[in-house]
């Protein structure tokens, strides 16, 4: 509940945003850094330390029955000829929790966040000078980069004609 919260804390104004009918395109990229940046934040070792201790908090606070991880009973197997004691997976459920739940959680949706806007970039950024903000500016004597609706042209390649 409380990563879920965190995750919902992150994307939500991201989400709102982009989902507005006349947006920035510059500032929706920079709102996805910003966004990328806090869920590398989230990633550490610290927060999942915060994430475990709010959820012991809660469950103490409500008196619910389930407090700590079920502690799994490690399985033992016949050590075979040339294998190392050091071989032996550790079944912490901390760990397994941190590793398996928590970063997996993180790392998907980082993962989709980038591989969403990673080749929209381009074309966001020159879309953004077809904005009336931007026009305007132009039209008052801003300065169009010369590479402005380069990544356009590969998209439409008849724009020149």
């Known amino acids: 509940m409380f990563l879920m919260n965190n995750i919902f804390d992150i994307t939500t104004p991201l ?3 982009l989902q507005t009918p006349s947006n920035d395109y510059i500032q929706a990229l920079i709102m996805v850094d910003i966004a990328e940046q806090r869920l590398s934040t989230l990633r550490t070792q610290e927060s999942v330390d915060k994430t475990l ?3 012991k908090e809660f469950s103490l606070k409500n008196e619910l029955c389930e407090i700590e991880f079920l502690e799994i009973r490690q399985r033992k197997w016949k050590r075979m000829d040339g294998e190392n004691i050091s071989d032996e997976i ?4 901390v760990d397994y929790f941190r590793v ?3 970063f997996l ?3 998907q949706i980082k993962a989709s966040l980038i591989a969403r806007f990673k080749d929209a970039r381009d074309i ?3 879309l953004e000078f077809l904005s009336y903000e931007r026009l305007l500016k132009v039209n008052n004597g801003d300065i169009v980069p010369n590479d402005t609706f380069d990544s356009l042209k590969t998209w439409i390649p008849e724009i020149d004609k």
């Open 15 to 17: 989400s709102i945003y």
């Open 53 to 55: 201790q709010e959820s």
């Open 90 to 93: 550790q079944n912490n459920p």
């Open 100 to 102: 398996n739940v928590y």
């Open 105 to 107: 959680c993180v790392d």
């Open 124 to 126: 966001m950024k020159d």
